[in-house]
């Protein structure tokens, strides 16, 4: 009989809770439901004064008297103890962090398996076995467990969402319908969906396309990428090697220098040595002929005296010392000195040949973006800027957060700084720029748009001051009947500009800057490419009582 129960618990399972009958009532109609469900449900419909049987509909009036069925209740205990000894000796799954747990379990829940959308419930294993045992004639959806069940709920009417409102572009339920998406172009979600599914096979198309195309770009740049370590590799190698031949090159210079200054010492060495060694000799030859006439001086012997002056009277041969010029102090200082005329050349040879080296190697660049095209490509690399007070001459009146720029024939009060313009009525801003930038300038009057390094000479006493005339910036000078590019005191005559708004671009790592006019239409104004080696630093001069903005 156990068995037989076992295989027909769907007739001891409540239709309301979807659970095996706690205190089971059977009504009038024949069905059984648990006592708390039956009142639960029978409380929603008192207002109405009609209770109902939720499956079969039959109504009754008065409610009836619910009493307890005692077999019913004797069946599902031996039922419910048959099944715990099952769930014993079978493994239990409880939900844990992150598991769908089942809505049907009471107490301690288990992790559900499966979520239905027509009933908006999720079940665990055996629930969902009694919730398809109920529902045999009624294909409802089911799902994957979610917790996403809630989503196809209205939060306003709390009815499930059923309908798609194009012009709204949301889900909406039936009672919506009737209010605030009344007249509104609706389809059923699957329409509705049936549309969006065509959306998304493009849409996924095209996404699939860009990965393909970034697939290849990404191939393209690990391929680079190899190139660019296995170049720089040799490069770093042969750099290895011929440093060390130029140090073995000068090893051998210094050897060279070392052994001449060192012949040259033995030869001189060697030859006054000789020369010491004669004039000793002649020295000692001397002081004996002098000792010989001294003594031939004192003699009494008249004969003697004269038979012997004729022999010692003749001076020896001696060398003439009078050509032999000495230096007090001879030295190898001039030697010293063209050795160190040397390194200085050399340092300075190194100095320009590095600067040349280090923009060779600052072009060697694995990507090469494109420069924008349009003035909204060139907005996304736009930079916030303001001007730096410290620099500022004393002719020029800073406002509005030094974002303005005006000339003033009187000066203004800014205190001594040793970054302040003394002779040009310049100023730079407190912001580099070091990688892609774009910024635009209003101005009105005469104005020069410059980019500078901040080593740029500001005081007296330095010439070539200005922005555009030095090799450290570059500027656009503007006017109303005019305008030029200048670099080292070298200008470029270009067309006059008819607008009040320049775009300024620099790419710092591509070497490029561009001046554009803005109006209706982006316009090229002047475009250079060259090598920044230093950070460069928007600036402005003005000529005459005119403001940038």
Not at 324 to 333: G, K, L, M, R
């Amino acid at each position: 009989m156990a068995e037989a129960m076992s295989c027909n618990q769907d007739l001891f399972t409540c239709p309301i809770c979807l659970d095996l009958l706690k205190a089971p009532v059977t009504i009038p109609c024949g069905h059984s439901y648990c006592m708390g469900c039956i009142k639960g449900c029978w409380h929603q419909e008192e207002p109405k004064g009609v209770y109902s049987c939720p499956q079969c509909r039959q109504a009754f009036n008065p409610r009836p008297v619910l009493n307890k069925n005692h077999v019913f209740a004797e069946l599902v205990e031996q039922i419910r103890r048959t099944r715990i000894q099952t769930v014993a000796s079978a493994p239990v799954e409880f939900a844990g962090v992150g598991d769908v747990h089942c809505d049907v379990c009471t107490g301690r829940k288990l992790k559900a398996v499966k979520s239905c959308l027509d009933c908006l419930l999720c079940y665990c294993e055996n629930h969902y076995k009694s919730h398809n045992e109920l529902n045999p004639g009624r294909k409802h959806m089911m799902v994957d467990a979610t917790v996403q069940l809630q989503e196809r709920i209205c939060s306003r009417h709390e009815k499930p969402l059923e309908v798609f409102c194009r012009r709204e572009q949301t889900c909406v339920c039936l009672f919506c319908l009737m209010d605030a998406h009344k007249g509104h172009d609706t389809v059923s979600a699957s329409v509705g969906r049936k549309e969006k599914q065509t959306h998304l096979g493009e849409t996924q198309k095209k996404i699939q396309q860009r990965i393909l195309e970034r697939e290849k770009k990404l191939q393209k740049l690990r391929k680079a990428v190899e190139s660019l370590k296995s170049s720089a590799q040799t490069v770093v190698e042969d750099n290895e090697r011929i440093f060390t031949e130029m140090i073995h090159s000068i090893e051998t210079r210094r050897s060279e220098v070392k052994e001449l200054i060192r012949d040259q010492e033995k030869a001189e060495v060697s030859w006054a040595e000789g020369l010491m060694k004669q004039l000793e000799q002649e020295i000692v030859n001397l002081k004996r002929r002098d000792a010989e006439l001294e003594q031939l001086s004192h003699t009494e012997d008249h004969i003697h005296f004269l038979k012997t002056f004729q022999s010692v009277s003749n001076t020896p041969e001696t060398t003439d010392v009078s050509i032999i010029y000495v230096n007090q102090i001879p030295s190898f200082e001039t030697v010293k000195k063209s050795v160190t005329l040397l390194k200085g050349r050399l340092e300075d040879f190194c100095k320009e040949e590095v600067i040349k080296i280090s923009a060779t190697v600052s072009k060697v660049q694995t990507l090469s973006p494109a420069e924008p095209a349009t003035r909204e490509e060139f907005l996304q690399y736009s930079c916030h800027f303001t001007l730096d007070p410290n620099t500022a001459h004393i002719n020029l009146q800073l406002s509005e957060g030094n974002r303005k720029v005006e000339g003033r024939a009187n000066f203004q009060s800014y205190p001594d700084h040793p970054e302040r313009f003394d002779t040009e009525r310049q100023v730079l801003c407190r912001e580099g720029v070091s990688g892609r930038c774009y910024w635009e300038v209003e101005w009105s009057g005469e104005l020069n748009i410059a980019v500078s390094y901040e080593s740029i000479n500001r005081k007296r006493g330095f010439s070539g001051n200005a922005f555009g005339c030095n090799y450290q910036s570059w500027r656009l000078r503007l006017s109303y009947c005019s305008s030029s590019f200048w670099h080292s005191s070298q200008s470029t005559e270009l067309f006059l500009v008819p607008c009040s708004r320049i775009g300024v671009y620099v790419d710092h790592r591509a070497g490029t800057l561009a001046f554009y006019s803005i109006s209706d239409t982006m316009t090229l104004l002047h475009r250079i490419q060259t090598t920044f080696t230093h950070t460069l630093y928007p600036g402005f001069s003005l000529n005459n009582d005119c403001q940038h903005l």
